[in-house]
């Protein structure tokens, strides 16, 4: 049997609010309801399922792009003015081009740690 990961819950502030953030700046469709969950669908048939919570705690969530993909995030990402960084600490702002690709982390409205990638990590 193949494993492959379906879904995940991401626990958040305001599920409507950041579920919109992570589909309007990664350029997905807006997302659905499944009961509880306010729902972001990924190209690879994984979903994100955001669910209110009184207490989050501050996850990573790194996303496989395109380079065109890429330019057009860190659009998005500037014109909301989000910062981005090179690295998950904050230390160094922009992006990196550390594993034969670019790279740059942001922070979502709920205090995750997101992360978009061009090419997979060696």
């Known amino acids: 049997m193949a494993v492959e990961l379906n879904h995940t819950i991401v626990h958040a502030g305001d599920q409507d609010a950041e579920a919109a953030f992570v589909a309007d700046v990664l350029g997905l469709p807006a997302p659905t309801r499944y009961g509880p969950f306010t729902v ?20 990573h969530y ?3 792009i395109s380079e065109r993909e890429f330019d057009e995030v860190a659009a998005r990402l500037a014109a909301g003015g989000v910062a981005t960084w090179a690295d998950p600490w904050h230390r160094r702002p922009g992006h990196n081009t550390d ?3 670019r790279g740059m ?3 979502s409205p709920s205090g995750h740690v997101l992360e978009v990638l061009t090419a997979p990590y060696a």
């Open 62 to 64: 790194a996303f496989l």
């Open 105 to 107: 982390y942001f922070d």
């Open 99 to 101: 594993h034969g690709g």
């Open 40 to 59: 972001v669908a990924v190209a690879n048939g994984v979903s994100l399922d955001f669910m209110t919570s009184g207490e989050t705690t501050a996850q």
